[in-house]
């Protein structure tokens, strides 16, 4: 089957199992996942989602989200939104009662699910990711470019090349204040252009000419972070001039001030203030892995799981866009990444510990390429998570991997990433440091190592007790669970037949992996 009929395939296989082109209220994507707001969260068919070949699984948070996969995501889902379209304008008209009923039913059911993660912090951090995500492939692409050129450079060849290169790959990073001002209006619901013309400032060489505060501002000062404050600045300045601009002048008022107002407030404050705090985070990073790397990997890369469960790894987006943009690379990036490794490690112990439960070795065969790749989240649901103490296994991993990628760091080998996005193995062509390339993928993939074998064996000696052996060292025939990842179990009982599922699990904190009988690494 060509590609694009696989994409649409797969996107025809979804929609009618969250509920049709009718319950589908908004569609977007981020790195791995289909993103979908549904008006009636009781009509999608979680089980026959998850027993697709192309879904990973499934988590429930604000929105509904399909993983896919990297690449994959990003050629259904355009897919999808053409099936949705063609379903809406086919559609005929509903009862105007039956409707309604629907979109009460709908409404209760998502502020219920919303409302354990809905917490004002949350919601802020989510605004933050929703900024810096859709940059990523940018960030990756001339991150790629830029180890290209390097590499060029260091052996000499094609030097009518390499100035090409060095431009591709700076160029966006000398423009992304822009990008970070539009995104960030659209996000918090002011114009995007107005947004993207005061984050402009900053980088306009102009500025050069100013004094502020006693001292002369740079070009570039403030840097993303900046970008962020002046774009916020400006949203709120464009929605009070609409309130009070009479609708006449709207069009010619409201622009006008935006910029003036929050141009002036970014130029003889926020600059400043903003290369203050971003000159902060990259002292404070070298200060704690050069003095602490040990210490600060190892705690670093054994929280960054959980992190990742609550969320709370979105805050670190800015601080990485930070660096990159500083110092041409992050020096926490790499160190985190080692909280995957320790999950394929402590996948790993669990295929061997279990060697009588097909269901689970079978989800782990087909879940590990994902996950040396750093695509997480079927080891992580489909696996350690509900199995409960193998994910707590799992962290010690990454903490020993990190804890290694740190010392070296903390001995004068720094490793960094010149981008987001992508970890484990998929982390190497954008590898870069102060001691040459080699050495820097050196030192990563001896952490790799180090992640791969703490995890192994954590798990392997301390990830199961013997009720734990006991219950799942068993031949698993088809049984179905439920697997929600908004967390706690949600068990079937075992006689239901119709669909192959693993364990369920009696965690509190753990949810119950499918088998992948048709799917691999489901959720």
Known sequence: MATEDKNRATAAAILPLVGGAANVSSIAHCMTRLRLGLHDRSLVDDEALKALPAVMGVVEDDTYQIVLGPGTVARVTPEFEQLVEEGREAAPPQAAVSADDLAAQGAAIKAQQKAKNATPFKLFLRKIANIFVPLIPALIGCGIIAGLNG?????????????????????????????????????????????????????????????????????????????????????????????????????????TLTVLISGLATIFGLMYVAGEISSAIGTFADWLLSNGGAGAGFVLGGLFLPLVMLGLHQALIPIHTTLIEQQGYTVLLPILAMAGAGQVGAAMAVYFRLPRNESIRRTIKSALPAGLLGVGEPLIYGVSLPLGRPFITACVGGAFGGGFVGLFNQLGDTVGSTAIGPSGWALFPLLDGNHGLGSTITIYGAGLLVGYVAGFLATYFFGFSKDLLTEFNVSQDPAPSTVAATGGPHPTPDTDAGRANGPGSTDPGSTGPDSPEKAPARV
Not at 206 to 219: E, H, R
């Open 151 to 255: 590499l060029l450079v260091n052996l000499g060849w094609l030097p009518a090349v390499t100035p090409a290169l060095a431009a591709m790959a700076s160029g966006f990073m000398a423009l992304i204040a822009v990008f970070v001002g539009y995104n960030t209006a659209k996000e918090f619901g002011g114009t995007p252009i107005l947004g993207g013309a005061v984050a402009a400032i900053i980088v306009f060489p102009g500025v050069a000419n100013i004094d502020a505060f006693g001292q002369t501002l740079s070009p570039g000062q403030g840097g993303v972070l900046g970008a962020l404050g002046a774009a916020v600045l400006a949203v709120y300045v464009e929605k009070w001039c609409r309130r009070w601009v009479p609708e006449a002048l709207d069009v010619l008022v409201t622009p």
